[in-house]
């Protein structure tokens, strides 16, 4: 999906990168890649530093739904049952608070809609219905034609996939053209239950690095 948005809707803070620390099941330090590569959030720019904010905008989003194909791995292995992860909401919540706190400080003016939304029931699911394997490749390949898509329609264009590496509200972003992101992982089972890919387009600014943009073909 293409949608045009004004400026206002992308919001963007060098905090935001600090999202990939955040510790989670099995990493205690967040990504293993954080500030170890280029494409990395913590070495990356800001968004309006390689994209001209006061020109065309587009975010370009594809949602894949994956509760129907965690169901399907759910049935086929049955020995792969829910478990809980005790550990990991504290850790993770108590991390995403301190960043969530420093935001405010700085932003009295965004809405709390604009930060993810508590748990409230236990975090208790089946990683292995979730895995990445099963789905990540599809989605990406289904991304990759909506931006190709894009490119088509604009040619004078070009797009990031990289938003949140570039310290953009993912969450607020997504609030502001009305769709609701979930950051539960892996999510409470449901068949319903729906992950995006997600870009931002518009005018590349002079001298911006490719790294930072999707190739065309």
């Not at 099963?134 to 989605?139: E, H, L, R």
């Not at 898509?149 to 969450?171: I, K």
């Amino acid at each position: 999906m293409i949608v045009q948005i004004p400026k206002e809707y992308v919001v963007f803070d060098k905090a935001i990168k600090a999202l990939c620390g955040i510790p989670y099941y099995d990493h205690p330090k967040g990504c293993p890649y954080f500030n170890t590569r280029e494409t990395c959030m913590g070495n990356s720019p800001l968004i309006d530093e390689v994209l001209d904010l006061e020109r065309e905008l587009f975010v370009i989003y594809t949602p894949h739904i994956i509760g129907t194909i965690a169901e399907k791995t759910r049935l086929n292995n049955p020995q792969w049952t829910e478990k809980s992860y005790p550990d990991h909401p504290k850790k993770t919540a108590i991390s995403l608070e301190k960043i969530e706190n420093k935001l405010r400080e700085k932003h009295p003016e965004w809405p709390e809609a604009y930060y993810v939304e508590k748990n409230s029931e236990p975090w208790k699911s089946s990683r292995a219905w979730y895995n990445l394997r099963y789905w990540q490749g599809t989605a990406r390949s289904e991304h990759k034609d909506d931006t190709l898509e894009f490119f088509d329609r604009y040619p004078e264009l070009d797009a990031t996939d990289f938003p949140e590496g570039l310290g953009v509200n993912v969450t607020a972003l997504m609030h502001n053209i009305g769709v609701k992101m979930n950051w539960q992982w892996p999510p409470i089972h449901d068949l319903d239950n729906i992950t995006y890919r997600i870009s931002i387009g518009g005018h590349r600014l002079k001298g911006s690095s490719d790294v930072w943009f999707v190739e065309r073909e």
